[in-house]
Structures are given as C-alpha cells and as structure tokens.
C-alpha cells in the first residue's frame, strides 16, 4: 500500500480500541520473568557455553602479539577467538570500527578476543590469562582541543544551511546574545546489556539477541561474516532498553556467531559492563555556539546555530543543530555542524539523537535572550512561532500546535506565579525556581511491512520483525489489528522481533510506533478484502464485534477461515507528502526546582509536559513513555557525564557505580499531557512519534529553573553543585 495523499476517515477513526489506555500485554510476562530475553534462551538453546570478551587497554595502535595459550589450557576453555583465527571479517554498513580488532585498534575496549568455556567463571578467569601486547599510536581525546581542526562534514545531509544575510542582521540588530554551551559524552546505560546467543545449523546462523532494527542487524551481520543474508536469522522479541544503543550489531553478536563455529555449540555472550560503555556506542560531547538578534520587542531578526563534536574516522556528527532551522521563525539563518577526528569509542544515535543536546543549548540561549530583552521566556517563544518552515518559507507545517503547548503547559503549571527576578523565592535553606523549555523533534516514517493470518476460531495473529525495546510496540500493534479486524484484544497474538517476519521499520528514531501500526494497518486492509471476497460480501465491509457485515448480512468473521487459514501481507510505503508539508511534533516542559541555599544540591519538585505529536495510539504506553524521557533529560541536566582520560582515551566512569543516572530518589510527580490531535499527513494513522520528544528540552528547562532559583547561569552540563557553589546568593 502506498500512502501518497492525505489520510480521510479509514477504521481507525472508530477507535474502540486504539487511542484506549490499555494495559500492555507483555506487561505479565516482564513481572513474572516469563519475558524471553536473549541471554535466558535456554529453552531454544540448551548446552550453550559461555562466552568472555577481551577489551583492548589501548585507544588506538596495533596489536603486535597474542598469547592465549595460557587461556587455552585452562579448565573448561573450548575456544579463543582472536583476529588470527577469525577468518576475513567486513565491516558493516552501520558500524563505524571493527567489531573485532586486529591487528588495529581504534578504540579503548574495542574486542581483541573471545574466550569460550563450559561457564561463565571459567570463561571470565580464562580471559585474564590472554596476553596481548600492543604498540600504541598517538591519539585525540579532547573535543576542545581539536575543535580548530573539525571540518563541515560532507557525508551528512545538508550540514550548513543560510537562509539571508545572517551576519549583517546580527550585527545590526539592537538586542544580541553570543554564547557557547557544552554537553558532556553520555552512555545510554540501559538496564539489559548487549547481549546474544548464536548457534550454527550447518551454513545457516541463528542468533537469539538484543538489537532495535533487526533487518539492519541481519545484513550487517552477514556482511561481516562474508555469508548470505538468507543465511542468518536474527530473534529479539524482547529488549531490556536500547535508546539506540542497540540499533546496530555490536561485538558481543558478532564473537557469539564466531565463537559458536569455533566451539562447535551454541555460544552466550554478554558485554560486560565497562565494555558496554567504551566497547560500543554513545552520545558524543557538543559545543555549541549560539547567536541571536532581536528586536527591542523581542522578534528574533538573526539566529545563527553552530555545533562540534568529534567521532572516529568515517563517523558522522551529532547533529544538534537540526531543530533550530524550523523552531522559531528569523529571516535571517545560518546552522553548521562541524566533525572533528577523536579516537574516543564510536559516538552515535541516543535517544532524540540531534535534538535532545540540541535542544540543551538553543533553550538556555532563548532563556538569555528573555532575560536580556526583560520579557518573560513564554512570551518570547510565542512572539517567534512560524507557520511555515523558516528556510522554506513555500512549504507549511502540516500540523504546528507549539503555542497551545506553551499556553496549556503555563496554566496548568501556575507559570504566572514565577518571580521573574532570579533569587528572589526561598522555603527555609531552599531556592525556589522555575523554568521552561521548547520540545521539538522531527516526525519520521518508515516502510513497514506486517503479515497477519485469521484461524477457524476468529484469531488474529500478526507478525512483524517490529521490535519492543519496552515501548509498547506489542500493545498498540494489537490495538491496530483488532480495530481493523473488528474483534477483541483478546482475538488478537503478535509476533515479533523475528527476522523470518515481513521487514518492518524497527525501533528507532520516534518512528516505530506510527509507521509499524501503519504497516499492520496496509496488512489489515489486504486480509479485510479476503475475507469479505471468502464471505461472498461487499468490499466496504463492515468489521465490528467479531463479524463482518454488508448489505443487510452478518456473518461471524471466524467462517471466512472455517476452509482454512486466510493470510495477507503488505507494507507501507510513503510519497512526498513529507516533503510537501514538514511533519514535526512539538511540546513545552516546566520545571520546578529547589536549591540549597548552602550546598548548592539540586532537587527537582516537579515536572510537566505538554506534547502535541499527532494521534496517540495508547495514552498509557505513551504517558510512559514521556516520564521516562523526562527522567532522562533530568540525569542529562544533573549528573550524567562520561569522564573521559584525555592521556589514555577511555570513559574512566565505565559502570552503574560511577556513571550516574537518576534514581526514584531523584525524581519528583511528573504530569503529561497530550493535545487531541491528528495529523492526516502523516499515515493512515494519523500518528506521529512521541517517546524522544519527551527528553527534548527537560535539561534546559531544569538548568533554567536553575537560574530562576539561584540567578546562577551555567552553560556546561551537568550543572553539579561545585559549578553552583561559589556563586550562590550569600546566606546571612
């Protein structure tokens, strides 16, 4: 099915099932541990051995020997594998280094062995007897340092945007603000490490796994291991987090398919901690500057967005420039992101990948840039919205609801009581302040295909390689076939995260739920034709309460598979409408804050999100979802930092002990809430994304209820105590 034209009313519309908070259905499977994660396959997978990764101790060089003959006589050891055992490896499509170094090293913690053994004890103590001697090569850590060297990258799409003539409008402009921000390398720290079991039946592969997009992971896969991609099947119904850490294969996937060769037997591996950290991927630190001109009425004539970061070589940037070319409107534009070369372990996508540090900045600026023009930070984001893509001023937003978020968002959060004089507000040893940010994060689609089957008893089962990285994909893709279908949730079984499904969009990006949904909905319509041509009725059939009815007749939709099982297949596929109208979601946090007057120690008090993001398919799912994002952005304003070792090239803080994020502790009662809205450009739908939209903003909103409190304004994060400390209000 091919969605060319503007959604009209379609089943979905009825909503007896979709758009209903319903509870998620693998919910009893995660609470009573019946949930197959990769790892616990022991019920497709007995006898597996035990596989132990060996990390690098060198950033970049060459490996110049390796001993594992120690490792290899020691109990229990079936196997080693390193680069000289290996065979020809590729490096796939999605991977910036080797997943398997040899005889370079490009990173800290890049995998240079694998030790398999009958346990995990045996495999870990093993590990440690494997010698490595490496001659390492110089290399750059420090974003700051190489800043001047950083060049426009020319892979990215467009990576320099000018719209006018920024640099005259700014100098001429009677209100400016010239700042630079930073933000810190972050780790997804998702609870669930990358984790896989890998078994060989002759020249074809299984691996059970914890991955976000499968039919990127099976390619890449069989790309690296020089085999056919009809020759590897990927299975991942469910995902301990990923925030992108998991879209890609990583080395743990990788050493299990090669270890399971060598071994002979399935093969487990899972990254230990300190590898998931440096081993794989993370969001990479930002500079950022930021120029605004206004007028003295606050209407923003100039703005200018410039952002570094650094990846290894081949890499790509992160792209924190992306929402200030289409947030506020400005005649006068330029954006740039510039890459510069570090040999630190690969940055890449975390959740609202561009956006989220994007958005860490701009909103502090924008929060400057009221304070400089005395008008309050609601007003000035009202004063500069745009109907209209700011750099393409022909094409219109298909739907644009920010000021009704701002405006709910004030209301419902008491806005009008927020002293606008920083410092001004205490509770005993407590500084009271508030703050407000934009949220902003564009809409994507994806092909999607899904194939769903009807049985003799009414049941629908769908199937789809679609992942559930704890998102509900499970949930709203079965309110999806029952409101098509016209039965229950409970007429309703979905199968997923298998690469013997139709290819679906994965979970990434905020374009899972809409365009997987999409892609059952195209199935749906295929099998709602079947069965009214099987039941001799009308094409326009009806679908309701588990029968189909046309033309004065009813018939239970269960005979039209009495001869049979009836099955269709279908994706979605999309037009230019996207390009036509730009499809974005928006949104408005509020934070409330309270500083010790003496420590400077942060607590959070509360939080609110209002989000416009198209239909919401599941209100409950979804509100999750936000919270989650909002407890994210809250660790990204407060705590979360990778350290790096700028001698040696590695994140120092390479565990949950050491790399903070927040805790129940931490956060306060958070409240969401979703405008009624629909966007018919969309999909059949109507839906857009909304699970990275929640992060986009929260940081700024806290570091600027930061200033409200304590009229201390800092533009590195996290903002820690000892950035506060020394510039508190003086306590009598």
Request: proline residues 5%; glycine residues 10%; hydrophobic residues 40%.
């Amino acid at each position: 099915m091919k969605f060319t034209t503007p959604a009209t009313t379609n089943p979905i519309d009825q909503l007896k099932v979709v758009g209903k908070p319903v509870d998620r259905i693998d919910g009893p499977y995660k609470t009573t541990g019946t949930a197959r994660y990769a790892y616990e396959r022991h019920d497709v997978v007995p006898n597996a051995a035990y596989g132990y990764v060996v990390g690098a101790t060198i950033a970049k060089g060459r490996i110049t020997s390796i001993d594992a003959a120690a490792a290899r006589r020691a109990p229990g050891v079936i196997a080693v594998v390193t680069h000289e055992n290996a065979g020809k490896l590729e490096k796939g499509d999605y991977n910036t280094a080797k997943l398997l170094a040899g005889p370079l090293v490009e990173h800290y913690h890049q995998a240079v062995a694998l030790v398999v053994a009958e346990t995990f004890e045996q495999a870990r103590a093993a590990a440690g007897l494997v010698r490595v001697e490496y001659s390492p090569i110089k290399g750059e850590y420090d974003l700051a340092k190489a800043k001047d060297s950083a060049k426009v990258p020319k892979k990215e799409e467009d990576p320099e945007t000018k719209t006018g003539n920024f640099q005259s409008a700014f100098d001429s402009a009677p209100v400016k603000l010239d700042a630079t921000y930073t933000t810190p390398d972050q780790s997804h720290a998702m609870m669930e490490p990358h984790a896989s079991i890998a078994a060989w039946e002759g020249d074809k592969l299984t691996v059970w796994t914890s991955n976000q997009m499968i039919d990127w992971g099976k390619g890449d896969l069989a790309k690296t291991l020089g085999i056919p991609k009809d020759k590897v099947r990927l299975v991942s119904p469910y995902i301990g987090g990923g925030f992108g850490g998991k879209l890609f294969v990583r080395a743990e996937a990788l050493l299990a398919a090669l270890g399971a060769k060598q071994a002979n037997r399935p093969v487990k591996v899972a990254l230990q901690r300190a590898l998931m950290i440096n081993n794989t991927t993370h969001r990479p630190a930002t500079i950022q500057r930021i120029r605004i001109g206004a007028t003295r009425e606050g209407r923003i004539t100039a703005i200018a967005h410039e952002s570094w970061s650094g990846d290894l070589p081949d890499g790509k940037p992160e792209t924190a420039v992306q929402q200030t070319r289409l947030l506020y409107a400005g005649a006068h534009r330029l954006t740039r992101l510039n890459l510069a070369v570090l040999d630190l372990p690969e940055g890449n996508a975390m959740r609202a990948p561009g956006e989220a540090p994007g958005l860490m900045a701009l909103e502090i600026a924008v929060d400057e840039l009221a304070e400089k023009l005395k008008m309050d930070p609601v007003t000035l984001r009202i004063v500069n919205d745009t109907t209209v893509d700011p750099e393409k001023r022909t094409r219109k937003f298909s739907q644009r609801r920010f000021v009704e978020c701002l405006r709910t968002g004030a209301e419902k959060f008491g806005w009008n009581k927020r002293n606008a004089q920083p410092a001004q507000v205490r509770e005993g040893r407590w500084l009271i302040g508030l703050g407000v940010a934009s949220a902003f994060r564009n809409n994507l689609v994806q092909k999607s295909a899904a194939r769903v089957r009807l049985d003799g008893k009414g049941v629908v089962t769908v199937e789809t390689d679609m992942t559930d990285i704890g998102t509900g994909s499970y949930t709203i893709i079965a309110q999806t076939a029952a409101e098509m279908m016209g039965v229950g949730l409970e007429q309703v079984v979905v199968k997923l995260g298998d690469s013997d499904f139709p290819v679906s969009a994965g979970s990434g990006g905020q374009w899972g739920g809409n365009s997987s949904t999409a892609g059952v909905y195209a199935a749906c319509v295929k099998l709602r034709e079947a069965v009214a041509a099987k039941l001799g009725l009308a094409a326009d059939a009806q679908f309701a309460d588990g029968a189909v009815r046309a033309g004065g007749k009813s018939v239970p939709l269960r005979e039209a598979a009495a001869g049979g099982e009836l099955v269709a297949e279908d994706k979605m596929e999309y037009g230019d409408l996207d390009k036509k109208f730009q499809q974005s979601t928006f949104g408005a946090h509020f934070v409330e804050v309270a500083v010790d007057a003496y420590t400077g120690e942060v607590r959070i008090r509360r939080m609110l999100a209002v989000c416009a993001a198209g239909r919401i398919l599941n209100p409950k799912s979804a509100r999750s979802q936000v919270i989650g994002a909002m407890t994210m952005g809250a660790g990204a304003a407060l705590m979360e930092e990778l350290a790096v070792d700028k001698r040696i090239g590695f994140f120092v803080n390479h565990d949950l002990a050491t790399y903070e994020v927040p805790v129940h502790a931490d956060i306060p009662h958070q409240e969401v809430i979703f405008l009624d809205e629909t966007d018919p450009m969309s999909s059949p739908m109507k839906a857009k994304g909304v699970g990275e939209l929640g992060i986009c903003g929260v940081a700024a909103a806290v570091a600027n209820a930061i200033y409200n409190a304590t009229g201390v304004r800092v533009r590195e994060y996290p903002v820690t105590l000892d950035k506060l400390l020394d510039k508190l209000p003086q306590v009598a």
